[in-house]
């Protein structure tokens, strides 16, 4: 064994690989945010921004986003402004209420349902 270790005797190796696991890691609501946000993102502007709202979610696997969506607008009248499937990002808009409502019940699809380990819900 000394003869394969050479100069890296006394020295460990380690190897470390990223497995996703089931969660939501963000889950947040923008309440009544300032109309430069909304440009920025590239959301609709046309809203009433006092009783409007962004829902913002980061979950793994990615591909989950595209189902967190479709819940989405299944279960609240909002509308999507983003979904990456590569980087579990989704966006959306509303008002606070049906943001809320929205958020709400995807968490508990995800926990409920495909046993996801969730995280609470945010705001500002």
Known sequence: MEGILGSNEGKLRIIQETVPGKQVTLAHIIASPDAIV???LGLNPSIDYDKAAIGVLSMTPS???VIAGDL???TARIELGFI???SGTLMFTGRISEVDSAIKAILAYLKDTLKFTICEITKT
């Open 63 to 65: 591909e989950i986003s």
């Open 38 to 40: 909304y440009k920025k």
């Open 72 to 74: 989405a607008v299944k």
């Open 84 to 86: 990456d499937r590569f």
